[in-house]
């Protein structure tokens, strides 16, 4: 017991400590956070689609039709007809032969990697990837190669040094804590050259960029092309899970060999329900995404009208680099106290001393509202001394 106390209180100490704040309400562009109604700043619901009605009512009758849950996991008895239609309409969205669905985007990462990469063999991995990434490459019995971020001349150095051990090169596509784009051309050119597989994870690009949403492997104009592409249901589609697509032959080898496929319950209906409703819905309503990134566009001008430093971003996940972490909570309650709520980003999800609000847009939020909220973030962060008197103009 002791020992839990004393790994919180050096938590506490360090600045480290988390605690879970309770939403009322469904996630829309402004949700009750305790007794009032803040400007909601930290949400991935980029679509609006996980409060549209349509996409709830699914969910409904899906519950209604299958039942609340799958019973057991996918090769036993918990595949559905759900399931099918879902996989084979993500496969033909983002332009591949095949789709499996995971029971979420962290379960899929992990699979998929050790799947894909054994003993004696590489995978090369960002050095901004996402933790299930990370923790993807730790269960494989691969070694690990950490290239710098986004740095095409270290991971070629990388790949030249393991030769045929190369196995696999993973990415997030839009990298979930800065908000910027992978070098996909570039990290493709490479697999290919290198005889090795490419994985892009699209959990923040699907529904946000690329033609109609499509992601940022479709973007790149790639789709097809690169072997895996993992994307999650839980954000742009507004439900939960994951899918990966790729070859038959691939997705073939992870129902027999992807752990977390195998040995988890098969998602349930009401999520397989909303998750094919919202992406029906992205199909119809494309002007959704144009949304999306018009509201990007207008966060990402007004915070730096505000004398704040968006870094790389270009997307609309858009970071407010503060550095340490106390700093950085004391801001986010600073703006919260203003009625906005964008959640602090301290370690491990970032890198130490790098400490950030992250910010993330909605297509369903209006362009004023970004722009009074990222005033109050300017105020509220020269209170703290973290901006230079002048704000920059716009
Ligand atoms: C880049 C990236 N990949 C994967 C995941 C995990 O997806 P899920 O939330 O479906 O587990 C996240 C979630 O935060 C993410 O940001």
Same mark, same amino acid.
Request: hydrophobic letters at 45%; one cysteine or more.
């Given at each position: 017991? $002791?020992?839990?106390?004393?790994?919180?209180?050096? &938590?506490?100490?360090?600045?480290?400590?988390?605690?879970?704040?309770?939403?009322?309400?469904? *996630?829309?562009?402004?949700?009750?956070?305790?007794?009032?109604?803040?400007?909601? !700043?930290?949400?991935?619901?980029?679509?609006?689609?996980? /409060?549209?009605?349509?996409?709830?009512?699914?969910?409904?009758?899906?519950?209604?039709?299958? %039942?609340?849950?799958?019973?057991?996991?996918?090769?036993?008895?918990?595949?559905?007809?759900?399931?099918?239609? &879902?996989?084979?309409? &993500?496969?033909?969205?983002? +332009?591949?032969?095949?789709? !499996?669905?995971?029971?979420? +985007?962290?379960?899929?990462?992990? %699979? =998929?990697?050790?799947?894909?990469?054994?003993?004696?063999?590489?995978?090369?991995?960002?050095?901004?990837?996402?933790?299930?990434?990370?923790?993807?490459?730790?269960?494989?019995?691969?070694?690990?190669?950490?290239?710098?971020?986004?740095?095409?001349?270290?991971? $070629?150095?990388?790949?030249?040094?393991?030769?045929?051990?190369?196995?696999?090169?993973?990415?997030?596509? =839009? @990298?979930?804590?800065?908000?910027?784009?992978?070098?996909?051309?570039? !990290?493709?050119?490479? #697999?290919?050259?290198?005889?090795?597989?490419?994985?892009?994870?699209? #959990?923040?690009?699907?529904?946000?960029?690329?033609? %109609?949403?499509?992601?940022?492997?479709?973007? #790149?104009?790639? $789709?097809?092309?690169?072997?895996?592409?993992?994307?999650?249901? %839980?954000?742009?589609?507004?439900?939960?899970?994951?899918?990966?697509?790729? /070859?038959?032959?691939?997705?073939?080898?992870?129902?027999?060999?992807?752990?977390? @496929?195998?040995?988890?319950?098969?998602?349930?209906?009401?999520?397989?329900?909303?998750?094919?409703?919202?992406?029906?819905?992205?199909?119809?309503?494309?002007?959704?995404?144009?949304?999306? *990134?018009?509201?990007?566009?207008?966060?990402?001008?007004?915070?730096?009208?505000?004398?704040? /430093?968006?870094?790389? $971003?270009?997307? *609309?996940?858009?970071?407010?680099?503060?550095?340490?972490?106390?700093?950085?909570?004391?801001?986010?309650?600073?703006?919260?106290?203003? +009625?906005? @709520?964008?959640?602090?980003?301290?370690?491990?999800?970032?890198?130490?001393?790098?400490?950030?609000?992250?910010?993330?847009?909605?297509?369903?939020?209006?362009?004023?509202?970004?722009?009074?909220?990222?005033?109050?973030? +300017?105020?509220?962060?020269?209170?703290?001394?973290?901006?230079?008197? *002048?704000?920059?103009?716009?």
């Amino acid at each position: 017991m $002791s020992d839990v106390a004393e790994r919180l209180e050096e &938590l506490r100490e360090r600045g480290l400590y988390r605690r879970l704040r309770l939403i009322e309400g469904p *996630q829309g562009p402004r949700v009750l956070l305790g007794e009032r109604e803040v400007l909601l !700043l930290c949400s991935n619901n980029y679509l609006g689609l996980a /409060d549209d009605r349509r996409v709830r009512e699914a969910a409904a009758e899906a519950a209604l039709r299958w %039942g609340a849950g799958a019973g057991a996991s996918r090769l036993i008895s918990g595949n559905m007809e759900p399931h099918r239609d &879902l996989e084979r309409r &993500l496969a033909a969205f983002k +332009g591949y032969e095949a789709a !499996l669905l995971f029971g979420s +985007g962290y379960l899929a990462n992990t %699979g =998929v990697i050790a799947a894909l990469a054994g003993r004696d063999q590489v995978v090369f991995s960002d050095e901004l990837n996402h933790a299930s990434i990370v923790d993807g490459c730790r269960l494989a019995r691969a070694e690990t190669f950490v290239y710098r971020h986004g740095d095409l001349e270290h991971l $070629s150095s990388g790949l030249r040094e393991a030769g045929e051990r190369a196995a696999l090169i993973v990415s997030d596509g =839009v @990298f979930s804590m800065d908000g910027d784009v992978a070098p996909l051309a570039g !990290l493709s050119e490479l #697999a290919r050259r290198h005889r090795c597989r490419l994985m892009v994870d699209e #959990a923040h690009a699907t529904g946000a960029i690329g033609p %109609g949403g499509r992601g940022s492997v479709a973007a #790149a104009g790639l $789709s097809g092309e690169v072997d895996v592409v993992v994307g999650t249901l %839980g954000k742009a589609l507004g439900s939960y899970g994951a899918y990966v697509c790729a /070859d038959p032959k691939t997705v073939d080898l992870l129902v027999n060999c992807a752990r977390p @496929f195998i040995f988890s319950t098969a998602p349930p209906p009401p999520a397989v329900g909303a998750a094919t409703a919202a992406l029906g819905l992205l199909e119809a309503e494309p002007e959704r995404v144009e949304r999306l *990134q018009a509201n990007a566009a207008t966060l990402r001008q007004a915070l730096a009208a505000a004398g704040l /430093d968006v870094g790389r $971003s270009r997307t *609309q996940i858009v970071p407010v680099e503060v550095g340490a972490a106390e700093a950085t909570m004391e801001l986010c309650e600073r703006l919260l106290k203003r +009625g906005v @709520f964008a959640q602090g980003i301290r370690p491990p999800t970032v890198p130490a001393g790098s400490s950030r609000l992250r910010l993330t847009v909605m297509a369903t939020h209006n362009p004023a509202e970004l722009r009074e909220a990222s005033r109050l973030a +300017g105020e509220a962060a020269g209170e703290l001394g973290l901006v230079p008197s *002048q704000p920059i103009a716009a």
